[in-house]
């Protein structure tokens, strides 16, 4: 009995040796160890033995046991970890596949443009007015300064509807509409918008166009506070080390006038293309509310005074992002438009 | 307005500042310089010569061989220019001379025939073929005989100068002549003027005894000045004269008519000459035109007049539009002898109504439409008679036939020290300020804190106290401006709520997969009206500039279709496009049209790609119409939400809906219109359109929380077989309506049509949660809930269950 229990033990480790798998290794669990197993089978027979003989025998079959159940769980610890290895190396992936795609639009670069400026002047207590594209002359020109037959009407000739209705030519008839509403109280307003006029599309002229312009009325307006804007936004739009400077314009709304340029920012005033090498670049228009356009929108002139500034989106998005023909805007090619989608800050 | 520095010199010390420097100053303090232009563009060795000799070249035909005196020799250049004659000085590029364009003259041999440099036109030393005077537009110019072969040719053509190309704001038209000019840079610099002379001796003959004068139109000719010159005698105008008016852009014609041009520009007071034997009547009379009255210009053009054109007449007929155009029956021609010489004043808009209506626009037009200075009418005559006098020989009559009842008072502006450094938020002195004004030739006054300033008649744009704010701060310079903020009560800015859901609109548009895009908003008649979603009149313009731009759209879809089409033909692989924008509808009671900001978006091609793991997908109803649901989601009215079964002209018949919400109309989505498709050569396209104002106009609940439960749901999946015509959504509504209380959600997850099911039917699978926040909910309530649903489907739309 003794040399079966050593048989048995062999061919329990040897088989346990040649276990390739967990399932393997199992069946051998259950062939050797199991409760119909042969060691079993050996502690049932121990019945039969003479009975100072059990103890010895029955110590003797439980050392066996517990050897063959260490091997086996050694065994078997090995198995399963060559288990998941060949798992894993399984579920191995080439990484450099490339991801699902996350299908994901932009804003079209005007309004990129418009909502950065809308929001910087947010930021300084402003307000965004909107009006109607299609405008009476009276908001667009009269209310301006700009009764019928002023040669500045030249500058802007603009589409009509009938003899007192046109495609605005300009965003002011907002600021003539907001100061109407508002009866004299202060403002400060931001106005973007389509605007129209009566041109051949080219490189560098749309009949439709965007602009963007700001009102402010209160007490003592001054022009040094028009500069100090001005400065402002042109640090916070082209970059902190922008100088501003103005020169002397006319605008008909506006009296005194002046365009404002900004040191260049692509070669900082040294001169470049961008600039023209002026180490220069014409941003904007502004002035002083002219006493007629105040006193027109019943507004004391003598009490209040106030600045307006005006722009084009579409020139600072060309100056900005170096796009050479206006017409891009208006294409709507998904090459060009797709090219304003990452962040810049 | 081109400003010869050369000339300008004349009438102002520009104290031998670089013209570059110069043109900056200027721009600096308030006329923008647009351009610096070097005459001489790096000419050099160009050179007078004189023909000695000229015959025809042996070997060709057009060809002349000359011996030219350069100076220091006789050279031989062949010349094939047909007016190139022995006599002759001329304008010769030296062998090594540099000619603009950076052409180079070298010595070179033609037919066999040696040339040693080039005779030259004045084209080809970088002046305008339409400044050349006739004479000489089709070949070499002939210099004066004075002209000393061997010199250099550029100061005698003036090309040693230096041009500003001013850009004149509206206001600035005193600038508008080279006296105006030298005012302000003389304001800039603090320099004095010199003005032109105009001194002659005047004939014993009256000018009235050889003409009367009469104004019929006095608002629209306020002052005539007419003055005789007698024994003109008509020639080419010495050099200089030509070529300042050359460098100031007009072409020199004959002395008399460069003489009223050249006034022009120095004093911008337009002058006409009439031939006086041609008037025949010995009377101008002034007057508005005869409608339909008709004359012939000097560009020989025959014109038919309006009654609201002022003519000048010979008291029988037109014989010049006043302040436009001469006409060609009282033009100076070669035989003249006497000359009528007209300076006038007409008013702006008078002159201006003619211009357009006559569509003729000329130097002296846009003067007189922006005003001349009152107090110059009978200067710039005088300067015209001594001149005519100098330069033609002429006999002066003596005094001028003269209408006048123009007011040339100055207009005084009364303004406080104060209140210009309110407006400025500066502190000039006063002394700083009235030394502006003094450089300004402003005539001014300081007495009891005001400053009383009479304006220049010149400067017509100084009119009120803010005019003399701005002439102050521009000679002060802007750059002397600090810089600060509106001080004023502090409030918080913002978009109002309606610009803040647009901006949340935009952006979920976006992360949904599609680009912004911007249209015209002007489209063709034809497209207008397509795809709109409600019936309007159309806008239109008076003068369109073409069909294709000519009316207010009334859809964004016309549009985003052609931006579809554009990428499309571009192999694009998709395209996504949104835009936010308005539509116009006409009329209303204002006279102006509806505008309604609408939001559209198109899709074709692919929508997902992503082909290695399987997946891809092309456009298709439900994706645009997922986009909308959720958008719906986003501003809180999915409840509200229904899509209807319609039909739309250019769209899928079977593939349209009309979007409710809470029963309302707000838009349209479907296919385009397989035939429109093929007209457009595109795939399927599919379109949506809403009324974005109504929909972000419309009120939300206010957005409240609903305590997460603790407690289960419990859910049944029905599979349903209906006719196929039976709309999901009737289903939907039937089981929503029908679950009671407990049934918390319903979501379509199965739909099959096909050779497993009998004809004409289909299989529509839901899967409804029941649940309760308040407990766990037992078999039987929801077996009951359950047969509640399934009995209203079999009755409402004879549904049964699938086996
Ligand atoms: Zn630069």
Redesign the interface.
């Known amino acids: 009995m003794e040399a079966q229990l050593q048989q048995l033990k062999e061919e329990a480790l040897q088989k346990i040796e040649a276990s390739q798998n967990v399932k393997e290794l199992n069946d051998v669990r259950v062939a050797y160890l199991g409760k119909k197993g042969p060691i079993t089978d050996l502690l049932k027979g121990m019945g039969k033995l003479p009975a100072e003989e059990r103890p010895k025998m029955g110590a003797l079959v439980n050392v066996v046991r517990e050897e063959v159940t260490e091997v086996l769980e050694a065994r078997m610890t090995l198995l399963q970890e060559q288990a998941i290895q060949a798992q894993l190396e399984k579920e191995s992936l080439d990484v450099t596949?490339?991801g699902?795609?996350v299908?994901?639009?932009?804003?079209?670069p005007?309004?990129r443009v418009v909502?950065e400026i809308?929001d910087l002047?947010?930021?300084?207590?402003?307000?965004?007015a909107?009006g109607?594209?299609?405008?009476?002359d009276y908001y667009n020109f009269e209310a301006l300064n700009l009764p019928k037959?002023h040669?500045?009407r030249?500058?802007q000739d603009s589409?009509?509807?009938?003899e007192?209705?046109l495609?605005r030519t300009h965003t002011s008839p907002v600021q003539a509409r907001t100061m109407e509403a508002k009866e004299g109280k202060?403002i400060?307003i931001i106005c973007p918008g389509?605007v129209?006029r009566?041109d051949?599309d080219d490189a560098t002229h749309s009949?439709?166009f965007t602009q963007i312009e700001g009102l402010?009325i209160?007490?003592?307006?001054?022009?040094?506070?028009l500069?100090?804007?001005l400065?402002?936004f042109a640090k916070k739009m082209f970059g902190e080390d922008r100088e501003i400077?103005?020169?002397?314009?006319?605008f008909p709304f506006t009296?005194?006038?002046?365009e404002m340029d900004i040191s260049c920012f692509k070669c900082g005033g040294s001169g470049c293309n961008v600039c023209k090498k002026t180490g220069w670049i014409e941003i904007l228009g502004a002035g002083?509310v002219?006493?007629n356009v105040l006193e027109m929108a019943g507004y004391d002139s003598k009490k209040l005074?106030g600045f307006a500034f005006g722009m084009g989106p579409e020139r600072i998005a060309m100056l900005k992002y170096g796009v050479e023909d206006i017409r891009h805007?208006?294409?709507?090619?998904?090459?060009f438009?797709?090219q304003f989608h990452r962040t810049e800050v | 307005m081109l400003v010869s520095t050369k000339w300008l010199a004349e009438y102002v010390n520009t104290q031998g500042l670089d013209p570059k420097d110069l043109g900056e100053k200027i721009t600096r303090s308030g006329i923008e310089v647009d351009a610096v232009i070097d005459r001489t563009q790096g000419m050099t060795n160009v050179v007078v010569g004189y023909v000695k000799e000229c015959v025809k070249h042996p070997e060709a035909d057009k060809l002349n061989i000359c011996q030219v005196d350069v100076g220091e020799e006789t050279t031989q250049i062949i010349c094939g220019a047909p007016n190139v004659a022995e006599g002759q000085k001329v304008i010769v590029a030296r062998p090594g001379a540099v000619l603009p364009g950076g052409i180079k003259i070298k010595k070179a041999k033609l037919r066999g025939e040696e040339s040693n440099g080039m005779i030259c036109s004045l084209q080809e030393l970088g002046i305008e073929g339409r400044l050349v005077p006739k004479a000489y537009a089709e070949g070499i110019y002939v210099l004066p005989e004075t002209a000393v072969p061997g010199e250099s040719a550029l100061p005698l053509l003036g090309l040693d100068d230096t041009i500003l190309e001013l850009g004149l704001t509206p206001n600035r038209s005193d600038a508008l002549s080279m006296l105006g000019v030298a005012y302000e840079v003389g304001a800039i610099l603090s320099e004095d003027m010199k003005y032109p002379e105009a001194t002659y001796t005047e004939s014993d003959e009256k000018a009235s005894d050889y003409l009367s004068l009469r104004v019929d139109a006095i608002e629209e000719n306020p002052m005539y000045v007419a003055k005789v010159v007698k024994n003109v005698q008509i020639k080419e105008s010495p050099l200089w004269l030509q070529h300042r008016l050359m460098a100031a852009g007009v072409r020199p014609h004959n002395n008399v008519v460069d003489i009223t041009n050249y006034v022009l520009m120095e004093y911008g007071q337009p002058l006409h000459a009439f031939d006086y034997d041609r008037l025949e009547t010995k009377e101008l009379v002034i007057r508005l035109a005869n409608e339909g009255e008709k004359i012939v210009t000097l560009d020989d053009q025959e014109r038919t007049l309006k009654s609201n054109n002022l003519v000048i007449t010979n008291g029988k007929e037109p014989v010049a539009i006043a302040g436009v155009m001469g006409g060609a029956n009282s033009e100076v021609h070669d035989g003249t002898t006497t000359v009528a010489i007209e300076s006038a004043y007409f008013a702006g808009g008078s002159v201006r109504q003619t211009s357009k209506d006559q569509n003729l626009r000329s130097d002296a037009s846009a003067r007189f439409e922006k005003g001349v200075d009152p107090n110059r009418v009978i200067l710039a005559a005088e300067r015209a008679a001594s001149l005519l006098a100098e330069l033609a020989g002429g006999e002066v009559l003596a005094g001028s036939v003269v209408v006048d009842e123009l007011d040339k008072t100055p207009v005084e502006v009364v303004v406080s020290p104060d209140f210009i450094n309110n407006r400025l938020g500066m502190k000039i002195s006063l002394e700083d300020m009235t030394s502006i004004l003094t450089r300004l030739k402003f005539d001014h006054q300081a007495a009891n804190g005001y400053l009383y300033i009479n304006a220049p008649t010149r400067r017509q744009d100084i009119k009120i106290p803010e005019d003399i704010v701005e002439e102050i701060a521009r000679m002060y310079g802007y750059d002397e401006i600090p810089m600060t903020l509106p001080v004023e009560e502090s409030k918080p800015g913002g978009l109002t709520s309606y610009q803040a859901k647009r901006r949340q609109v935009r952006a979920y548009l976006e992360g949904a997969g599609l680009y912004q895009a911007i249209t015209y908003s002007l489209t063709s008649k034809e497209m207008s009206q397509k795809f709109a979603l409600e019936t309007a009149p159309v806008t239109e313009l008076l003068m369109p500039m073409s069909e294709e731009r000519s009316t207010l759209r009334q859809s964004l879809i016309p549009h985003l279709l052609d931006a579809v089409s554009y990428n499309t033909a571009r192999q694009a692989d998709t395209v996504a496009l949104y835009e936010v924008g308005s539509v116009f509808l006409g009329e209303t009671e204002s006279g102006l049209p509806h505008e309604q900001e609408h939001l559209a978006a198109v899709i074709a091609g692919k929508w997902v790609d992503h082909s290695w793991q399987g997946e891809k997908k092309a456009v298709d109803f439900f994706v645009l119409k997922g986009i909308i649901e959720g958008l719906m989601e986003l501003l809180g009215h999915s409840k509200e939400l229904t899509f209807e079964r319609a039909v739309v002209e250019g769209l899928h018949p079977g593939r349209t809906a009309s979007i409710k919400l809470a029963g309302e109309g707000i838009g349209l989505i479907g296919q385009l219109h397989p035939s429109e498709q093929k007209v457009r050569d595109l795939k399927d396209t599919y379109v949506v359109e809403l009324n974005l104002a109504k929909v972000l106009n419309k009120e939300v609940e206010a957005l409240y929380y609903a305590p997460v439960s603790k407690f289960p749901s419990i859910t049944r999946d029905i599979a349903l077989v209906v006719d196929s015509e039976k709309a999901a959504g009737e289903l939907q509504a039937i089981i929503q309506l029908s679950g009671g209380r407990l049934l918390k959600a319903v979501h379509l997850f199965d739909l099959y049509e096909g050779e497993k099911m009998e004809p004409g039917k289909k299989s529509v699978a839901f899967s409804l949660t029941y649940f309760d926040p308040e407990r766990t909910l037992t078999d039987e309530e929801v077996v009951n809930a359950h047969n509640k649903v399934l009995k209203a489907l079999a009755e409402q739309a004879g549904a049964e269950l699938r086996g």
């Not at chain 1, 109607?132 to 009476?136: A, G, N, Q």
């Not at chain 1, 209160?218 to 506070?225: A, F, L, Q, V």
């Not at chain 1, 400077?245 to 006319?250: I, V």
């Open positions: 596949l490339p699902r795609p299908k994901t639009g932009n804003h079209h005007l309004t909502e809308e002047f947010i930021s300084m207590g402003y307000e965004i909107e109607p594209e299609v405008e009476k037959g040669p500045a030249d500058m589409f009509y509807i009938s007192d209705i495609l202060p400060k389509k129209y009566r051949n009949h439709q402010v209160g007490e003592n307006i001054r022009m040094s506070d500069k100090g804007t400065s402002v400077r103005l020169r002397p314009s006319f009296e005194p006038s002046v002083m002219h006493p005074s805007f208006y294409t709507n090619d998904v090459r438009l797709s």
